[in-house]
T-cell receptor, first 112, second 114 residues
Framework: EDKVVQSPLSLVVHEGDTVTLNCSYE??????LLWYKQEKKAPTFLFML????IEKKSGRLSSILDKKELFSILNITATQTGDSAVYLC????????????FGTGTRLTVIP | DGGITQSPKYLFRKEGQNVTLSCEQN?????MYWYRQDPGQGLRLIYY???????QKGDIAEGYSVSREKKESFPLTVTSAQKNPTAFYLC?????????????FGEGSRLTVL
């Protein structure tokens, strides 16, 4: 059974801290891994990763994929209160029409 | 601007009543999806549609129904057969084969059964 596991489930940090969110997966026919940020309602797309070892970066956020060990991390440096959100990891597989599997999400709270 | 519109944002219903959640997109996407989000759980797929007049059950379709009569619209009906309908419902769309194929989400509809 395909599954995506995120850790930790929740995290509270102070502004300025650096955080690392984890996503591990067990799927057949892996195609890509996606990260989303969900602040209040609609998840918004952050990154898509398909190749191992290539870091994707956007401002203070960065992410990398390890296809050998089957995990990805999302790093946020110099956190701000606006980073408070649920971060969702999803894995897309190559086969089947229903081909996107979500993790439970990590709830990040950044306190001033 | 292009996007996905869900309505209503909040909805209350009594047990035993059916309720329909609306989802409209003007992104010209072929595929549309309905997810359910509960605290402590990931997004779970209810139904999806890859083309007009066609749809498939997702992982938790029991107690729900959908239709796809137009490309832009994919309404979800929560029937009285759904045993635990209180949840946050997200509609999404995508264009398979283009770009990263990521999902674009609506703002969600929060359903509370009294």
């Amino acid at each position: 059974e395909d599954k995506v596991v995120q850790s930790p489930l929740s995290l509270v940090v102070h502004e300025g801290d650096t955080v690392t969110l984890n996503c591990s997966y067990e799927v057949t026919n892996f195609r890509s891994l996606l990260w989303y940020k969900q602040e209040k309602k609609a998840p918004t797309f952050l990154f898509m990763l398909t190749s191992s070892g290539i870091e994707k970066k956007s401002g203070r956020l960065s992410s990398i994929l390890d296809k050998k060990e089957l995990f990805s991390i999302l790093n946020i440096t110099a956190t701000q209160t606006g980073d408070s959100a649920v971060y969702l990891c999803a894995v897309k597989v190559k086969t089947g029409a229903n081909n996107l599997f979500f993790g439970t999400g990590t709830r990040l709270t950044v306190i001033p | 601007d292009g996007g996905i519109t869900q309505s209503p944002k909040y909805l209350f219903r009594k047990e035993g009543q059916n309720v329909t959640l609306s989802c409209e997109q003007n992104l010209n996407h072929d595929a549309m999806y309905w997810y359910r989000q509960d605290p402590g759980q990931g997004l779970r797929l209810i139904y999806y549609s890859q083309i007009v007049n066609d749809f498939q059950k997702g992982d938790i379709a029991e107690g729900y129904s959908v239709s796809r009569e137009k490309k832009e619209s994919f309404p979800l009906t929560v029937t009285s057969a759904q045993k635990n309908p209180t949840a946050f419902y997200l509609c999404a769309s995508s264009m398979p084969g283009q770009g990263s194929g990521e999902l674009f989400f609506g703002e969600g509809s929060r359903l509370t059964v009294l």
